[in-house]
């Protein structure tokens, strides 16, 4: 250990000069870019982790013009659960689905003749 403290010591000015020219480049160009290789892993092990896209998938056609009830988004993704482990609250629910993009309006839409709270972004397949 006493030889590469040794060889540190002996090396200090270089090693302060490349960590300076280091944070100038930084400071003048930021970040290198991301590889596409980190961006396809990154973006693989999301979906992987999502614990809401194969449900989504499932049950839905994302739409922007779309609106589903979110009662029957609620009794959909319920049934999808039943017996699997990981159900999300309906506040961490709500939370991805906003997430994703889908919004629930303030205001209530009629659909099929009733008037409901619905999640709009989605579809029913």
């Known amino acids: 250990m006493a030889d590469v ?3 540190l010591k002996a090396e200090i000015d270089g090693i302060l000069a490349w960590l300076v020219e280091g944070l100038r480049m930084y400071q003048e160009e930021g970040l290198l870019p991301e590889p596409d290789a980190v961006s396809l ?4 092990y999301r979906e ?18 779309g609106v589903t009830p979110i009662s029957v988004v609620r009794d ?18 709500n939370r991805l689905m906003e997430e994703r993009g889908f919004e ?4 209530a839409k009629r659909v099929n003749g009733v008037t409901v709270k619905v999640w709009k972004g989605l579809k029913l397949r």
Request: aromatic residues 10%; proline residues 6%.
């Open 104 to 107: 629930r309006p303030k205001k």
């Open 48 to 65: 992987e982790m999502d614990p809401l896209a194969d449900f989504i998938d499932e049950h839905f056609v994302k739409d922007p013009d």
């Open 76 to 93: 959909l993704y319920t049934e999808y659960m039943h017996g699997r482990q990981g159900t999300l609250g309906h506040r961490e629910f």
């Open 41 to 44: 892993a990154t973006e693989g």
């Open 5 to 7: 403290e040794q060889r």
